[in-house]
């Protein structure tokens, strides 16, 4: 079972899996990511990670925020963020989405945002997506 979990895997070009990409049930989170390269959607595995220990990542120099139950190591980011550190600051470690959505950021914003994911919240912590990454209002990226 394993292993065709693997050659299913590499088939899709995800490549093997490491331990970090499983989850505490043995479950790998597969989203959509843009490659820029080659401008088109591509299939990664990220691992899940939770509100709790987002919450541990809220300083300037080991910074991690939540938006639309992603979640993205903002870190190197917030230094060169055209809105300023600072407000991404305002959110760091917590979820940011209320935020970045009010703000309107352009399209331009929303496919860089993908150099920064890192994960996924579990199932039960989502509110933006369902289980199976399915999107559950308008509005929200791929
Ligand atoms: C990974 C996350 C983020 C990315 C990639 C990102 C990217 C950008 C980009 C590219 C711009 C330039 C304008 C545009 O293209 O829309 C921008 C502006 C801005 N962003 Fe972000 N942003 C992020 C998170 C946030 C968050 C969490 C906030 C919280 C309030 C925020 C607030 C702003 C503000 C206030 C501006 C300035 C808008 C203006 O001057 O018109 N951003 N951001």
Not at 35 to 46: G, H
Request: include cysteine; charged fraction near 25%.
């Amino acid at each position: 079972m394993a292993s065709a979990l693997t050659n299913l895997l590499q088939s899709l070009r995800i490549g093997p899996l490491s331990s970090s990409n499983k989850t505490s049930s043995g479950d790998v989170l597969i989203i959509p990511k843009l490659d820029k390269a080659k401008s088109k959607t591509e299939l990664v595995s990220v691992p899940e990670i939770t509100l709790e220990e987002v919450s541990q990542h809220d300083s300037f120099d080991d910074c991690w925020i939540v938006i639309y139950d992603r979640v993205y190591d903002v870190t190197q980011f917030l230094r060169e963020h055209p809105g300023g550190d600072d407000v991404i600051m305002d959110h760091a470690g917590r979820d940011a989405t209320i935020a970045f959505h009010g703000t309107g950021h352009s399209r331009h914003a929303v496919d860089q945002m993908r150099h920064y994911l890192i994960g996924q919240l579990p199932a039960k912590q989502c509110i933006f997506r369902s289980g199976q990454n399915k999107v559950l209002s308008s509005g929200i990226p791929e």
